[in-house]
């Protein structure tokens, strides 16, 4: 797997530090300032100095500049490292236009290796409902439109179109027999929903999909909600991309005391930042409920804060298989949250900044490794689930025996444990840890 996933993993984001702007006498004590600000103009220079400033690895100021000539404020930021970027006022409207219900499929999109993948299924949509595609397929083609070569934004736009219509879907499966198969999905009404819950049995489920500003807070109100007899808690982080980091740390105190660790977010500059679990209102109590934490290949950056700092304290099981690998904190200038006089230097458009690396709570790092569950665990083919069942040896075999009251027959209990291994292996396992955490497995 490639280390970036385009547009798929979002940063881990920071507030931006408070705006000063340069003056004329901090100009003349700034040489950088004095040779190129004539040249670079307000907005640029400005840019290019929380660059030189903040930027997690220190970039000669010069080496910037040289960029900016070659290609303007976007070259620049080839400099970088994938997080890092500007966006184009044009491209932010793209971006939260893509967040309003539309037309689609139900398919998550993630870029590895110039190929793009099936993230995830919406659940509820037309791809998860064909029972065809699974996470890790490859797109191919969107009608007679190959991919190859092509970005997952342009092949989002392709995929995309008005409710009722259909979309043809050529893709690729390793291991599979044949290799590629093509699919016709009638479009629906995709809402972006990143919460939701349910319950089965006695185990509360929550799937959350992106750190957004408030979830923290609708996660708390979701479990208080659950019902009297729910006795343990699966979250499901799986293909989470990331999001806000202030959310990631609120997240986690709900489960923590007060006094543990959450993560150590440390600059160029060596400067450390604790954050531990105080930052839970006084007014919330903190929720004991057994709990496991499902994780996957596309679960990054928050998602990945919040599952070691709950593996590091023993609060929580985590199950599915080594995660991403981003621990790196974004500052965000004007993205998520208008800043006044960054708002006026950069006339809608926003950027982002890499700041600082972050460090789990027992001082080891993500970057590039990712969380390491307690569990691994793979979801496997449903197929392998019916060959267990067709089982060729076994009492019904034998010729002439007597035959049972229930041979052959399934309980109502019996058949849904087996529809939920054959959908979701990794959750089945989680409900069953949960169930042995909680005293409450079958004997």
């Not at 398919?107 to 065809?132: F, N, Q, Y």
């Amino acid at each position: 797997m490639s280390k970036l996933f385009v547009i798929l993993f979002l940063a881990l984001f920071a507030s931006a530090p408070a705006y000063s702007a340069v003056t004329e006498e901090e100009c003349s004590k700034d040489s950088d300032c004095v040779k190129y600000y004539a040249e670079l103009g307000n907005a640029n220079f400005e840019i290019l100095r929380e660059i030189r400033n903040l930027y997690v690895d220190a970039i000669d100021f010069e080496k910037l500049v040289s960029e900016f000539r070659n290609g303007g404020i976007k070259q620049v930021f080839s400099l970088l490292d994938p997080h890092s970027e500007y966006v184009t006022a044009a491209e932010l409207a793209k971006k939260n236009e893509s967040r309003k219900p539309f037309g689609g499929v139900g398919i998550a999109m993630g870029e590895s290796d110039k190929k793009i993948m099936v993230a995830g299924l919406i659940e509820g949509g037309p791809a998860i409902k064909s029972g065809k595609i699974k996470k890790g397929d490859i797109i191919l083609a969107v009608g007679e439109k190959s991919t190859e070569g092509v970005s997952r934004d342009t092949v989002v736009g392709w995929i995309r179109g008005g409710v009722g219509t259909d979309v043809v879907l050529k893709f690729g499966r390793e291991g599979a027999v044949p290799p590629e198969f093509t699919v016709t999905l009638r479009r629906e009404l995709i809402e972006h929903r990143i919460l939701t819950s349910k319950v089965f049995g006695d185990a509360g489920y929550i799937n959350l999909r992106e750190f957004r500003a408030g979830v923290s807070s609708e996660i708390y109100e979701i479990i208080s909600a659950f019902p009297k007899n729910v006795t343990g808690l699966v979250l499901d982080l799986r293909g989470n991309p990331g999001g806000l980091l202030t959310e990631a740390n609120r997240l986690s105190s709900i489960f923590l005391e007060r006094t543990k660790l959450i993560e150590k977010i440390v600059t160029r500059k060596r400067v450390e930042q604790n954050f531990a679990a105080g930052s839970r209102s006084v007014f919330r109590e903190q929720i004991k409920l057994p709990l496991i934490v499902l994780v996957d290949e596309f679960s990054a950056s928050a998602s990945e804060i919040v599952a070691a700092a709950l593996q590091d304290n023993r609060r929580a099981v985590i199950v599915g298989v080594p995660t991403f690998g981003k621990a790196l904190v974004q500052s965000t200038y004007n993205c998520y949250v208008e800043d006044p006089d960054w708002k006026v230097i950069l006339q809608g458009d926003c950027f982002q900044i890499t700041t600082g690396r972050i460090y789990r709570p027992n001082g080891r790092t993500l970057q590039g490794k990712g969380a390491f569950p307690d569990i691994i665990m793979v979801n496997g083919e449903a197929e392998d689930i019916e060959k267990m069942l067709d089982r060729k040896i076994s009492e019904s075999t034998l010729k002439g025996h007597f035959k049972g009251d229930e041979e052959g027959m399934l309980t109502q209990d019996e058949k849904a444990k087996l529809d939920l291994l054959k959908e979701d292996r990794q959750l089945y396992v989680a409900l069953e840890i949960l169930k042995i955490m909680s005293g409450k497995a079958g004997l």
